[in-house]
């Protein structure tokens, strides 16, 4: 009831109506024994199925439409649609017969050639017309047409994503091939079988290639869950059955399946690739791939998601391997793409516009080109802010990061105005999420406090500073309590800093017990971590200097 063509149920229940319900006017007796009606009265008791079907089909192609998943004529022209429907049909058939070849079936954009929907037309006319001259023998007519019919929504008139054809749609509309089948061996074995010594030989002539189909068709599947074993494994095979040439979705997803190995590579995949560099190599590799079987369909065909999500790949592969102009240049060219997408979908796409701004920031960063990764990060954090008001729990958490980082950019450029405006936000949104969820938002929440503290200090502001230091010692205490070993060095740090500010205050006693707290937390740290016995010897050099001091006043 899940599948597409479920909006095929009233037209099937008309089969079923003339076979073997036998509830059409002149019927032989109906199995059911109920009343034989017209074709007219038929029609109408399945008016409502007829408009549900209807009322599905319209939600599911406004909601392929919203995902750009509909494929417009100029992508995929009708004359191929319909060429790729016949070769689906008579593929449908054979990988029914024997399952072999069985992979993602991408679309080629580009209408098969004729050696491959002339024969397949010539057999759907072929059976169309046996069809009809039998059909007397009601079952064949049932079959035929439950098969071609249930197909209609997934056979590619009506493009959809990037596949042309997939096994799983075959699944309910083989049920009218299997009944044609079944029926007709029955007439066959009935025929054959009037004598009950012919009835034994006939029935174990039946039985013994029956075993043979069972078993070659065993094999078979054996070996088809084999390709299933990893997302890498499966599509290699992909590739090995539809060729190199044909699928950017493809390349797309061998890419980044190399560079997540951990989820989506088996051990026996990775003995290929046993090294990061040899993955990320190899990555890069059908990425490009995909860039170039985009490029070689033509203009009117190249799909804005896909190319900016292909680019975007690149991009992120690019910063991996520390190649700063590459990573510029695809995130440039991907930030093309989604601005025109977002132009058309800004709820969709407008996302997508900000994470590609922040990448090409951070690439802008590590060349040491701050203002326009700034620029870069403040067009991100207006987006953020926009689409925060919609979906605050969805995008505060994102907007609050960015204007952190903004914020780090703006303190390297010493506009430190622009660097505190930016954290004073970020500390607001992060106490706001920090109520809700303290474990995954107290951490920054402190993180930016204390960065705060510290451009107070720099800005000569000591009572903003004493204020947000205390805050960031308050919440490091919270997570020490839950985590002491992540989170005592930060309280330990936070104690010594605040003790520096007292002491530049002339607030000796706060200063004291702030240096005592934090040798002591030191001390502690040291007994499992000999790396503190710096930070000792530093809070007791602090302490013993404070006590001098104050003994000399």
Known sequence: MAKPMVITLPFVLLLLDYWPLGRTDGSRASVIGGPQLTAIRLLLEKVPLLVLSAASAWLTLAAQRTGQSVRSFAEFPLAARIKNAVVAYGLYLWKMLWPAHLAIYPHSAVAPPARQWIPSALVLVGVTALVVRYRRKRYLPVGWFWFLGTLVPVIGLVQVGEADMADRYAYLPLVGIFIMIAWSLDDWAEGKGKKAERQKSSAAWQMIPAACVLVALALATHRQMGYWESQYSLLTHTLEVTGPDRSAYVHDGLGSALLDPTSSMSPEDLENFPTDQKRMDEARRHYELALDVRSQTGPQNLEPLAMALALSNLGDLDGRQNRSDDARRHYEEALIYFRQLA?????????????????????????????????????????????????????????????????????LQNKMDDARQCWEQAVTIYRQLAQLNPVTYQPPLAITLNDLGNLDQLLNRGDDAHQHYAAALQSFRQMAQQNPNLYLPSVAQTLSILGALHENQNRTEESRADYQESLSLFRKLTQGDSRYSADVASAEARLKELNKKASSR
Request: overall charge neutral.
């Open 343 to 411: 132009r058309q979908d800004p709820a969709m796409y407008l996302p997508q516009v900000a994470s590609t701004l922040i990448s090409l920031g951070h690439s802008d960063r590590t060349q040491n080109q701050l203002e326009t990764a700034a620029q870069r990060y403040a067009e991100a954090a207006t987006i953020y802010h926009q689409l925060a008001q919609r979906d605050p729990n969805e995008y505060q958490p994102v907007l609050a990061k960015t204007l952190y980082n903004l914020g780090r950019l703006d303190r």
